[in-house]
């Protein structure tokens, strides 16, 4: 990596030290600012991470300009930082999979994490202050700025690039969060060392978080009221309600050409050190990661229907004339072996239309019923007795020509 003018001025041993600074600052000062001050806390922690940033170029003297260096963005840089950016958010599924794994509280810091952000939808430029702008300038300026510029003086990149991302895992102080965090922090890193140009991981910092954010927010601003903090209850509990290798396998098989892409972006932030072997061995690694998947899911899938207790029910197509004139839109029937307690996640959509969701009993009787408009969630524990239940969706005359979409999770 491309050493400052003064590196002399920097030892490894200053960046632990500083990274403890700021970590002790935000474990601190920076909690009791969020807890009392909410999104203004948030702020100020941010921008507190920029000033640590900065009075420590100014006690040690050395150059601002090379801490923080600014370059142009080439065309190459650009996509780069794209390929490296699908890349992550790949690699950032997997990283979940594995962590729900060994996370026993995921939903709770899920639910409380998204309810913060997501809560109010008349705070969105805040959030996209808080979530996207400013940790892309103050946490690249911390990080990949004034503490990765400690180590530049290690030889081998890829230990610079291991040292920060673990610390910028470490900072989140989230074990939910720290592999992908450590894993993003990692290419961030990557990007840093190779283009020596702050701007580029404050880019790639800002689209991730950006994006997250805008799905996430759209997604229960869409649901509207109740029903965004209904969804976000069904997500939460989902968590607690399925099998971890079943997340694992699902997210392996969605992220498995993050291999590819990652060697995509390094082709063009690192040309010159470019060789055509690394596509060959991205393959392997991504040819694993899908058959990996594959196999976990359909062990888990086969568990559930041997042990007779798990259930998942999806379909979507348009609604007809037909469809209403019959008994039910849509019916599935699944068995209780041994009397236990059940999570019931319904997740069902049908344009602007009035849609019910039925559980029976084998006698007939309703378990329980639940209808809304245009998107139905049910998030219901409920403790089922040993026997044959029948689960239906019913609609009336104004859901026909729209798309009914839903999923049904009884585990």
């Known amino acids: ?148 510029s400690n180590f530049r003086s290690i030889k081998k990149d890829w230990v610079i690039c291991l040292i920060i991302g673990a610390m910028f895992g470490i900072l989140h102080l989230s074990p939910l969060r720290f592999l992908n965090t450590a894993c993003l922090g990692f290419v961030l890193a990557f990007i840093m060392v190779k283009r020596n140009n702050i701007l580029l991981p404050m880019l790639l910092h800002f689209l991730n978080n950006f994006i997250s954010t805008v799905v996430g927010f759209v997604s229960l601003k869409a649901s509207g009221g109740e029903a965004a903090q209904e969804a976000l209850s069904a997500a939460t ?24 892409f990652f060697v995509l972006g390094a082709m063009l932030l690192d040309r010159k050190n470019h060789r055509p072997r690394r596509f060959l061995i991205a393959g392997i690694i991504s040819a694993v990661l899908m058959v990996a998947g594959i196999a976990l899911t359909s062990t888990s899938v086969v568990k559930n229907m041997l042990g007779g207790d798990g259930f998942s029910w999806n379909y979507s197509y348009v609604v007809t004339q037909e469809d209403i004139s019959g008994k039910n839109l849509a019916e599935s029937n699944f068995t209780v072996e041994e009397e236990k307690s059940f999570m019931v996640i319904v997740s069902a959509t049908a344009g602007d239309a009035e849609i019910k969701f039925v559980m029976e009993d084998e006698n007939g009787e309703v378990i329980f019923e639940k209808s809304s408009s245009g998107m139905l969630i049910v998030s219901e524990s409920i403790n089922l007795q040993p026997g044959d239940y029948t689960l239906y969706f019913e609609g009336n005359d104004d859901i026909v020509g729209n798309k009914l979409t839903y999923q049904v999770i009884v585990n």
């Open 237 to 260: 509990t989902a968590l607690d309600s399925m099998n971890g290798l079943t997340f694992l396998g699902s997210y392996l098989t969605i992220g498995f050409s993050c291999p590819i």
């Open 1 to 148: 990596m491309e050493k400052l003018s003064n590196q002399e001025r920097l030892k490894p041993w200053m960046g632990v030290i500083l990274f403890v600074v700021g970590l002790l600052f935000l474990m601190f000062a920076g909690s009791f600012m969020q807890t009392k001050w909410g999104m203004v806390g948030l702020v100020t922690t941010e921008l507190g991470f920029l000033a640590i940033s900065v009075i420590y170029c100014l006690i040690t003297r050395v150059k601002i300009k090379e801490v923080f260096p600014i370059k142009k963005i080439t065309v190459a840089d650009f996509f780069g930082v794209v390929f490296m950016l699908i890349g992550s958010f790949m690699l950032n599924l997997i990283c979940v999979g594995v962590s729900l794994l060994f996370t026993p509280d995921a939903s709770e810091e899920i639910g409380g994490l998204s309810g913060f952000l997501y809560g109010s939808t008349s705070l969105y430029i805040i959030i996209m202050l808080v979530a996207a702008i400013l940790p892309a300038i103050c946490e690249e300026a911390f990080m990949r700025g004034a503490v990765l």
